[in-house]
């Protein structure tokens, strides 16, 4: 059943929406940038607590940016393990993203949307994606900035890689009705804790994982 508007009763309307991902994305850019440190370190505690080796072979994340969560100490570690490192670069609107190998000598200038990025360099395929979270739910649902570049880039990949979402418990909320684009996450962390996403593992009740346990198989991701 649809409402007058086309809408079917659980799907969050656009502007709601927007205006949701402008809030929490406000109350985060507010942060004094040592409350954002601390959390990042929490954040950085709970990721190593639960994969204290690499969850991949090739591991994507997001150079920091407006007081998201700064992971670099963590991917650093994984990198140390023997893990590859990868940056997202925006080629383009409307086109899923590209990965370049990055180490801590690697030269960074802006991409097309002004995010730090190696814009030469060997492309990758990422297995693991650690993808800042600006809005989010329990199940693994979230709201980047508008753009859906790694909703995208996921549907693109012929295989199912690892998601761990990175996120301040202020960008928490208690649903976001997924659209037929989203993607679930596996993994969720914050400040707070770590949980398997229940989208991804409905068996898990939002429970924190036991220190240095491994996430239960991701199933098959819909086609």
């Known amino acids: 059943m649809k409402d007058e508007k086309g809408r079917k009763p659980d799907e969050m309307p656009q502007d709601s929406r927007q205006s949701l991902r402008a809030t929490r994305l406000a109350a985060r850019?507010?942060?004094?940038?040592?409350?954002?440190?601390?959390?990042?370190?929490?954040?950085?505690?709970?990721?190593l607590r639960v994969f204290p080796r690499p969850p991949g072979k090739r591991i994507?994340?997001?150079?920091?940016?407006?007081?998201?969560p700064d992971v670099r100490a963590a991917v650093g570690v994984w990198r140390e393990a023997g893990a590859t490192i990868a940056l997202p670069?925006?080629?383009?609107?409307?086109?899923?993203?590209?990965?370049?190998?990055?180490?801590?000598q690697t030269p960074l200038a802006a991409d097309a949307f002004g995010i730090p990025a190696p814009l030469s360099g060997e492309l990758l395929q990422p297995d693991v994606f650690v993808i800042p979270l600006n809005v989010f739910d329990a199940a693994g649902y979230r709201l980047g900035y508008g753009g859906g570049f790694f909703d995208r880039t996921l549907a693109a990949l012929q295989y199912t890689p690892l998601t761990l979402g990175v996120g301040f418990e202020l960008g928490r909320v208690a649903r976001i009705p997924p659209?037929?684009?989203d993607?679930?996450?596996?993994?969720?962390?914050?400040?707070?804790?770590?949980?398997?996403a229940q989208a991804r593992h409905p068996s898990?009740?939002?429970q924190p994982p036991a220190a240095g346990s491994q996430p239960?198989?991701?199933?098959?991701?819909r086609r």
Request: charged share 15%; aromatic share 12%; hydrophobic share 45%.
């Open 29 to 47: 850019r507010a942060c004094a940038p040592e409350q954002a440190a601390a959390w990042s370190r929490q954040i950085v505690a709970h990721l």
């Open 60 to 68: 994507a994340f997001c150079w920091p940016i407006h007081n998201e």
């Open 89 to 104: 670069v925006t080629i383009a609107p409307q086109t899923p993203l590209v990965f370049r190998a990055w180490t801590l």
């Open 179 to 181: 659209q037929t684009h």
């Open 183 to 196: 993607y679930p996450l596996d993994w969720l962390f914050t400040e707070a804790g770590s949980w398997a």
């Open 204 to 206: 898990q009740n939002e």
């Open 216 to 221: 239960p198989e991701s199933r098959r991701r």
